[in-house]
């Protein structure tokens, strides 16, 4: 998967917001469980969100509920987190990855992985 950073991550302040961009290059996530990760230098991975391939479906990690929104459009091959009330502990590389299952998608290796983008909220 190819991650579009183009509207993505950037430098933002304490309380801003950002849109982060996952578009698919090559393969269509119609049929793909989609989500977000993300890594700070020392840390696993952390789970953000997920949704289901037909967008019914949505979860979230307890550090960003109420704030990040996960979204997809299937015809436009493309998935979104839009971020609100961003913090300095959101401060992380956030890569897009691609499951076949939705079920426990927290928690899987995940089929497919994006390229990372990187998110600074400066306090």
């Known amino acids: 998967l190819r991650c579009s950073c183009a509207s993505g991550g950037g430098l933002v302040q304490s309380g801003g917001s950002l849109r982060l961009s996952c578009a698919a290059s090559g393969r269509t996530l119609s049929r793909l469980a989609m989500g977000w990760f993300r890594r700070t230098p020392g840390k696993v991975r952390e789970f953000v969100a997920a949704i289901e391939w037909s967008g019914d479906g949505t979860d979230y990690g307890n550090a960003v509920m109420g704030r990040f929104t996960i979204s997809r459009d299937n015809a436009k091959n493309t998935v979104y987190l839009q971020m609100n009330n961003l913090k300095p502990e959101d401060t992380a590389i956030y890569y897009c990855?691609?499951?076949?299952?939705?079920?426990?998608?927290?928690?899987?290796?995940?089929?497919?992985w994006g390229k990372g983008t990187q998110v600074t909220v400066s306090s």
């Open positions: 990855a691609g499951d076949r299952h939705y079920t426990d998608f927290n928690r899987r290796a995940m089929d497919y």
